[in-house]
Protein backbone atom coordinates (compact mmCIF):
# COMPACT_ATOMS: atom_id res chain seq x y z
CA UNK A 1 0.00 0.00 0.00
CA UNK A 2 2.46 2.69 -1.35
CA UNK A 3 2.16 6.37 -1.48
CA UNK A 4 0.41 6.91 -4.89
CA UNK A 5 2.44 9.86 -7.26
CA UNK A 6 -0.66 11.77 -7.91
CA UNK A 7 -2.26 13.74 -4.85
CA UNK A 8 -5.96 14.63 -5.04
CA UNK A 9 -5.70 16.99 -1.77
CA UNK A 10 -8.78 19.56 -3.12
CA UNK A 11 -10.88 16.53 -4.24
CA UNK A 12 -13.62 15.74 -1.64
CA UNK A 13 -14.86 12.04 -1.19
CA UNK A 14 -17.67 11.54 1.22
CA UNK A 15 -18.08 7.80 2.25
CA UNK A 16 -21.63 6.88 3.52
CA UNK A 17 -21.22 4.07 5.97
CA UNK A 18 -18.65 3.44 8.54
CA UNK A 19 -18.49 -0.33 8.90
CA UNK A 20 -15.44 -2.20 8.07
CA UNK A 21 -16.04 -1.37 4.03
CA UNK A 22 -16.64 2.61 4.74
CA UNK A 23 -13.84 2.42 6.85
CA UNK A 24 -11.01 0.42 5.03
CA UNK A 25 -12.21 2.40 1.94
CA UNK A 26 -11.27 5.16 3.51
CA UNK A 27 -7.94 3.88 4.69
CA UNK A 28 -6.90 3.39 1.12
CA UNK A 29 -7.90 6.02 -0.34
CA UNK A 30 -6.00 8.08 2.20
CA UNK A 31 -2.94 7.43 0.49
CA UNK A 32 -4.07 9.68 -2.56
CA UNK A 33 -4.04 12.89 -0.64
CA UNK A 34 -8.36 12.51 -1.21
CA UNK A 35 -9.93 14.80 1.59
CA UNK A 36 -12.65 12.75 3.12
CA UNK A 37 -15.35 12.43 5.09
CA UNK A 38 -17.39 9.25 6.77
CA UNK A 39 -20.76 9.71 7.89
CA UNK A 40 -22.69 7.15 9.43
CA UNK A 41 -25.52 7.82 12.28
CA UNK A 42 -25.33 4.59 13.98
CA UNK A 43 -21.96 3.09 13.50
CA UNK A 44 -22.46 0.81 16.80
CA UNK A 45 -25.00 -0.98 15.36
CA UNK A 46 -23.95 -1.90 11.89
CA UNK A 47 -23.17 -5.53 11.29
CA UNK A 48 -19.76 -5.39 11.43
CA UNK A 49 -20.29 -5.38 15.06
CA UNK A 50 -21.78 -8.41 14.62
CA UNK A 51 -19.41 -10.27 12.48
CA UNK A 52 -17.64 -13.09 13.06
CA UNK A 53 -14.80 -12.41 11.04
CA UNK A 54 -13.75 -15.76 9.35
CA UNK A 55 -11.59 -15.57 6.70
CA UNK A 56 -12.02 -17.92 3.72
CA UNK A 57 -10.24 -18.16 0.71
CA UNK A 58 -8.04 -20.82 -0.27
CA UNK A 59 -10.82 -23.29 0.96
CA UNK A 60 -13.51 -21.63 -1.46
CA UNK A 61 -13.71 -23.84 -4.05
CA UNK A 62 -15.52 -21.88 -6.63
CA UNK A 63 -12.15 -20.94 -8.53
CA UNK A 64 -13.19 -18.99 -11.33
CA UNK A 65 -15.61 -15.81 -11.39
CA UNK A 66 -15.44 -12.30 -10.28
CA UNK A 67 -15.63 -13.49 -6.85
CA UNK A 68 -12.40 -15.79 -6.67
CA UNK A 69 -10.51 -12.66 -8.23
CA UNK A 70 -11.73 -10.45 -5.54
CA UNK A 71 -10.57 -13.07 -2.95
CA UNK A 72 -7.26 -14.21 -4.87
CA UNK A 73 -6.47 -9.63 -4.83
CA UNK A 74 -7.72 -10.12 -0.80
CA UNK A 75 -5.22 -12.99 0.05
CA UNK A 76 -2.50 -11.24 -1.52
CA UNK A 77 -3.39 -7.71 -0.08
CA UNK A 78 -4.39 -8.73 3.62
CA UNK A 79 -0.64 -9.48 5.05
CA UNK A 80 0.14 -6.09 3.26
CA UNK A 81 -2.60 -4.47 5.38
CA UNK A 82 -1.50 -6.27 8.66
CA UNK A 83 2.00 -5.14 8.32
CA UNK A 84 0.52 -1.61 7.75
CA UNK A 85 -1.94 -1.98 10.38
CA UNK A 86 -0.02 -2.86 13.39
CA UNK A 87 2.23 -0.02 12.77
CA UNK A 88 -1.34 1.56 14.39
CA UNK A 89 -2.47 -1.53 16.96
CA UNK A 90 -0.01 -4.57 17.36
CA UNK A 91 -2.45 -6.52 18.95
CA UNK A 92 -4.09 -7.10 15.09
CA UNK A 93 -3.51 -10.26 13.18
CA UNK A 94 -4.49 -13.09 10.99
CA UNK A 95 -4.81 -15.80 12.88
CA UNK A 96 -4.43 -19.48 11.17
CA UNK A 97 -5.08 -22.12 10.53
CA UNK A 98 -9.01 -22.92 9.99
CA UNK A 99 -10.66 -26.56 9.58
CA UNK A 100 -13.26 -27.49 7.55
CA UNK A 101 -15.07 -30.53 8.43
CA UNK A 102 -17.73 -32.44 7.96
CA UNK A 103 -19.15 -36.00 9.29
CA UNK A 104 -20.52 -37.02 5.89
CA UNK A 105 -18.55 -39.25 3.51
CA UNK A 106 -19.55 -37.44 0.48
CA UNK A 107 -18.57 -34.08 1.34
CA UNK A 108 -15.59 -34.92 2.60
CA UNK A 109 -14.44 -36.77 -0.64
CA UNK A 110 -15.09 -33.69 -2.15
CA UNK A 111 -12.92 -31.42 -0.01
CA UNK A 112 -10.16 -34.05 -0.49
CA UNK A 113 -10.29 -33.84 -4.18
CA UNK A 114 -10.32 -30.09 -3.85
CA UNK A 115 -7.12 -30.16 -1.29
CA UNK A 116 -5.30 -32.61 -4.53
CA UNK A 117 -6.54 -30.70 -7.40
CA UNK A 118 -4.54 -27.69 -5.86
CA UNK A 119 -1.10 -28.98 -3.92
CA UNK A 120 0.44 -25.49 -4.04
CA UNK A 121 -2.59 -23.80 -1.96
CA UNK A 122 -1.03 -25.44 1.72
CA UNK A 123 -4.64 -27.66 1.85
CA UNK A 124 -3.81 -30.47 4.05
CA UNK A 125 -6.80 -33.46 4.36
CA UNK A 126 -7.16 -35.42 7.36
CA UNK A 127 -8.69 -38.19 7.63
CA UNK A 128 -10.97 -39.46 10.92
CA UNK A 129 -8.32 -41.62 11.88
CA UNK A 130 -5.33 -38.25 11.87
CA UNK A 131 -4.36 -37.96 15.41
CA UNK A 132 -4.07 -34.00 14.56
CA UNK A 133 -8.35 -35.13 15.27
CA UNK A 134 -7.81 -36.74 18.55
CA UNK A 135 -8.88 -33.69 20.58
CA UNK A 136 -11.78 -32.36 18.35
CA UNK A 137 -13.45 -36.11 18.26
CA UNK A 138 -13.13 -35.77 22.05
CA UNK A 139 -15.09 -32.70 22.69
CA UNK A 140 -17.47 -34.22 19.64
CA UNK A 141 -18.07 -37.96 20.70
CA UNK A 142 -19.60 -40.06 18.54
CA UNK A 143 -19.28 -37.73 15.19
CA UNK A 144 -16.70 -38.91 12.58
CA UNK A 145 -15.56 -36.19 11.50
CA UNK A 146 -12.41 -35.20 8.90
CA UNK A 147 -12.10 -32.80 6.35
CA UNK A 148 -9.12 -30.32 5.55
CA UNK A 149 -7.38 -27.71 7.19
CA UNK A 150 -5.89 -24.40 5.42
CA UNK A 151 -2.97 -22.61 6.59
CA UNK A 152 -3.25 -19.98 5.21
CA UNK A 153 -7.46 -19.32 6.38
CA UNK A 154 -8.08 -18.55 9.47
CA UNK A 155 -9.97 -15.34 11.33
CA UNK A 156 -9.17 -11.52 12.05
CA UNK A 157 -10.86 -10.16 14.87
CA UNK A 158 -13.70 -7.81 13.75
CA UNK A 159 -13.66 -5.99 16.55
CA UNK A 160 -9.69 -5.45 16.69
CA UNK A 161 -9.83 -4.71 13.36
CA UNK A 162 -12.85 -1.83 13.66
CA UNK A 163 -10.30 -0.36 16.63
CA UNK A 164 -7.61 -0.44 14.61
CA UNK A 165 -8.97 1.50 11.48
CA UNK A 166 -10.47 3.95 14.12
CA UNK A 167 -7.09 4.30 15.20
CA UNK A 168 -5.50 4.88 11.70
CA UNK A 169 -8.06 6.67 10.47
CA UNK A 170 -7.76 9.44 13.11
CA UNK A 171 -4.49 9.94 12.98
CA UNK A 172 -4.82 10.19 9.22
CA UNK A 173 -7.17 13.32 10.17
CA UNK A 174 -10.04 11.40 8.52
CA UNK A 175 -13.20 13.66 9.50
CA UNK A 176 -16.24 11.37 10.56
CA UNK A 177 -19.84 12.55 11.47
CA UNK A 178 -22.48 10.88 13.33
CA UNK A 179 -25.80 11.75 11.47
CA UNK A 180 -28.19 10.59 9.10
CA UNK A 181 -28.02 11.83 5.15
CA UNK A 182 -31.71 11.88 4.36
CA UNK A 183 -31.17 13.07 0.87
CA UNK A 184 -28.44 13.10 -2.11
CA UNK A 185 -29.00 14.78 -5.43
CA UNK A 186 -26.40 16.26 -8.15
CA UNK A 187 -25.87 19.83 -8.49
CA UNK A 188 -23.94 20.76 -11.47
CA UNK A 189 -20.75 18.60 -10.86
CA UNK A 190 -21.15 18.66 -7.56
CA UNK A 191 -23.07 16.12 -5.21
CA UNK A 192 -25.18 17.76 -2.32
CA UNK A 193 -26.29 15.44 0.87
CA UNK A 194 -28.79 16.30 3.02
CA UNK A 195 -28.48 15.68 7.23
CA UNK A 196 -31.16 15.24 9.08
CA UNK A 197 -30.32 18.19 11.02
CA UNK A 198 -30.78 20.25 7.96
CA UNK A 199 -27.22 20.88 7.38
CA UNK A 200 -25.95 20.56 3.46
CA UNK A 201 -22.81 18.39 2.60
CA UNK A 202 -21.40 18.90 -1.02
CA UNK A 203 -19.02 16.50 -2.41
CA UNK A 204 -17.09 15.54 -5.66
CA UNK A 205 -17.52 11.72 -5.18
CA UNK A 206 -19.84 9.97 -3.02
CA UNK A 207 -19.26 6.42 -2.25
CA UNK A 208 -22.45 3.98 -0.90
CA UNK A 209 -21.43 1.54 2.08
CA UNK A 210 -23.91 1.43 4.00
CA UNK A 211 -25.74 -1.66 2.67
CA UNK A 212 -29.34 -1.75 2.46
CA UNK A 213 -29.56 2.06 3.67
CA UNK A 214 -27.92 2.83 0.34
CA UNK A 215 -31.86 2.14 -1.74
CA UNK A 216 -32.94 5.36 0.62
CA UNK A 217 -30.89 7.67 -0.71
CA UNK A 218 -31.18 6.48 -4.80
CA UNK A 219 -33.92 5.09 -6.82
CA UNK A 220 -32.83 1.29 -7.01
CA UNK A 221 -34.91 1.47 -10.90
CA UNK A 222 -33.35 3.84 -12.51
CA UNK A 223 -29.48 2.01 -11.64
CA UNK A 224 -31.22 -1.21 -12.07
CA UNK A 225 -29.74 -2.23 -7.79
CA UNK A 226 -31.59 -5.31 -5.56
CA UNK A 227 -30.97 -5.99 -2.70
CA UNK A 228 -32.09 -7.93 0.01
CA UNK A 229 -31.09 -8.59 3.52
CA UNK A 230 -29.34 -11.76 4.99
CA UNK A 231 -29.87 -12.02 8.78
CA UNK A 232 -27.16 -14.20 10.65
CA UNK A 233 -27.51 -15.33 13.94
CA UNK A 234 -24.91 -16.07 15.90
CA UNK A 235 -24.46 -17.45 19.63
CA UNK A 236 -22.10 -18.21 23.02
CA UNK A 237 -21.97 -20.87 24.39
CA UNK A 238 -21.00 -21.50 28.71
CA UNK A 239 -20.50 -24.87 29.28
CA UNK A 240 -19.74 -26.05 32.76
CA UNK A 241 -18.97 -29.78 32.30
CA UNK A 242 -15.82 -30.53 34.10
CA UNK A 243 -14.72 -32.95 30.98
CA UNK A 244 -14.74 -30.16 28.05
CA UNK A 245 -12.14 -28.02 27.85
CA UNK A 246 -12.91 -25.83 24.18
CA UNK A 247 -9.58 -24.76 24.75
CA UNK A 248 -8.12 -28.26 23.77
CA UNK A 249 -9.95 -27.48 20.07
CA UNK A 250 -8.53 -25.30 16.83
CA UNK A 251 -9.31 -21.89 17.21
CA UNK A 252 -11.69 -21.94 14.39
CA UNK A 253 -13.65 -24.32 13.18
CA UNK A 254 -16.03 -24.95 10.36
CA UNK A 255 -18.01 -28.22 10.97
CA UNK A 256 -21.13 -28.94 8.00
CA UNK A 257 -21.01 -25.01 7.05
CA UNK A 258 -21.12 -24.17 10.72
CA UNK A 259 -18.15 -22.13 11.99
CA UNK A 260 -16.62 -22.53 15.64
CA UNK A 261 -14.80 -19.89 17.62
CA UNK A 262 -13.26 -21.06 20.74
CA UNK A 263 -13.03 -17.88 23.18
CA UNK A 264 -11.91 -19.74 26.21
CA UNK A 265 -12.10 -23.19 28.31
CA UNK A 266 -15.82 -22.79 29.28
CA UNK A 267 -17.06 -20.62 25.91
CA UNK A 268 -17.16 -21.06 22.50
CA UNK A 269 -18.88 -19.11 19.17
CA UNK A 270 -21.47 -21.21 16.54
CA UNK A 271 -22.28 -19.07 14.09
CA UNK A 272 -24.31 -18.61 11.63
CA UNK A 273 -27.60 -18.87 9.78
CA UNK A 274 -28.86 -16.74 6.59
CA UNK A 275 -32.16 -15.58 7.01
CA UNK A 276 -33.80 -13.68 4.67
CA UNK A 277 -35.43 -10.98 6.81
CA UNK A 278 -35.25 -8.39 9.24
CA UNK A 279 -35.92 -9.85 12.63
CA UNK A 280 -33.86 -13.38 14.17
CA UNK A 281 -36.37 -16.55 14.17
CA UNK A 282 -36.37 -19.31 16.97
CA UNK A 283 -36.65 -21.77 14.36
CA UNK A 284 -33.45 -20.73 12.52
CA UNK A 285 -31.48 -20.43 15.61
CA UNK A 286 -32.28 -24.50 15.60
CA UNK A 287 -29.37 -24.72 12.97
CA UNK A 288 -26.78 -23.74 15.25
CA UNK A 289 -27.54 -26.68 18.08
CA UNK A 290 -28.51 -29.56 15.06
CA UNK A 291 -25.41 -29.42 12.24
CA UNK A 292 -23.91 -32.54 13.96
CA UNK A 293 -25.73 -36.24 13.87
CA UNK A 294 -24.51 -37.44 17.32
CA UNK A 295 -25.13 -33.48 19.67
CA UNK A 296 -22.72 -33.77 22.43
CA UNK A 297 -24.32 -32.39 25.58
CA UNK A 298 -23.05 -29.14 25.97
CA UNK A 299 -24.55 -27.89 22.39
CA UNK A 300 -27.82 -26.85 24.21
CA UNK A 301 -29.71 -23.85 23.62
CA UNK A 302 -29.74 -24.25 27.46
CA UNK A 303 -26.27 -22.84 27.94
CA UNK A 304 -26.54 -19.69 25.49
CA UNK A 305 -24.31 -17.18 27.42
CA UNK A 306 -24.98 -14.90 24.83
CA UNK A 307 -27.09 -14.38 21.38
CA UNK A 308 -26.86 -11.68 18.39
CA UNK A 309 -27.74 -11.03 14.87
CA UNK A 310 -26.60 -8.75 12.19
CA UNK A 311 -28.29 -8.11 8.93
CA UNK A 312 -26.50 -7.95 5.98
CA UNK A 313 -27.11 -7.58 1.78
CA UNK A 314 -26.78 -9.66 -0.71
CA UNK A 315 -27.64 -8.41 -4.25
CA UNK A 316 -30.02 -9.99 -6.45
CA UNK A 317 -29.61 -10.64 -10.09
CA UNK A 318 -26.04 -10.36 -10.04
CA UNK A 319 -23.20 -11.56 -8.35
CA UNK A 320 -21.82 -10.41 -4.34
CA UNK A 321 -20.53 -7.08 -3.49
CA UNK A 322 -22.02 -4.70 -5.55
CA UNK A 323 -19.09 -2.62 -6.89
CA UNK A 324 -20.62 -0.23 -9.58
CA UNK A 325 -20.17 3.49 -10.71
CA UNK A 326 -23.74 4.24 -11.00
CA UNK A 327 -23.26 8.11 -12.47
CA UNK A 328 -20.16 10.36 -12.11
CA UNK A 329 -19.22 10.98 -8.76
CA UNK A 330 -21.84 8.21 -7.26
CA UNK A 331 -20.15 4.98 -6.78
CA UNK A 332 -21.51 1.73 -4.63
CA UNK A 333 -19.45 -0.64 -2.94
CA UNK A 334 -21.99 -3.02 -0.77
CA UNK A 335 -24.03 -6.35 -0.81
CA UNK A 336 -21.00 -7.89 0.98
CA UNK A 337 -23.51 -10.82 2.28
CA UNK A 338 -20.85 -12.97 4.10
CA UNK A 339 -17.66 -11.39 2.90
CA UNK A 340 -17.01 -7.97 3.81
CA UNK A 341 -14.15 -8.88 6.33
CA UNK A 342 -12.33 -10.74 3.65
CA UNK A 343 -12.72 -8.76 0.48
CA UNK A 344 -12.17 -5.42 2.27
CA UNK A 345 -8.24 -4.79 0.63
CA UNK A 346 -9.36 -6.45 -2.78
CA UNK A 347 -12.82 -3.71 -2.82
CA UNK A 348 -11.07 -0.99 -1.24
CA UNK A 349 -8.40 -1.51 -4.17
CA UNK A 350 -11.58 -1.70 -6.98
CA UNK A 351 -12.34 1.67 -5.16
CA UNK A 352 -9.33 3.42 -5.17
CA UNK A 353 -9.16 2.62 -9.53
CA UNK A 354 -12.30 3.45 -10.34
CA UNK A 355 -12.04 6.55 -8.62
CA UNK A 356 -9.74 8.01 -11.01
CA UNK A 357 -12.60 7.68 -13.80
CA UNK A 358 -14.71 9.92 -11.86
CA UNK A 359 -12.37 13.11 -11.92
Known sequence: MSKAKDTFNNIKVLIIGSGIIGKSNAFKLSDYGFDITLVDHDEIHNSSHAALGILMGKMYQKRKGRSWILRQKSSELWPKWINILQSYN??????????????????????ASFANNYPHDDLEIVE???NILDPISEIFKGNKLQGIISRQDGRINPKVLLETLDIALKLKNIKTINNQIIKIKKNNKKW??????????????????????????????????????????????FNEEKDINFLSLPKFLNINGK?????????????????????????????LFEFLEHKPNWLDKKNISKRWF???????????????????????????????????????????????KHI
Not at 90 to 111: A, G, S
Not at 199 to 216: A, G, P, Q, R
Not at 327 to 351: M, Q, R, V
Open 90 to 111: PNLRIEKPLYQLTNDQKKFNKL
Open 259 to 287: NLITINEKKIIIGSTDEYNFKPEDSYLNE
Open 128 to 130: AES
Open 310 to 356: GIRSRPEGEPSPLLKSLEKGLIICSGFYKNGILLAPACSHWISEEIK
Open 192 to 237: NLVLKTGEILSSEIVILCNSLDSLKLINPEIYDIKLKPVLGQAVEI
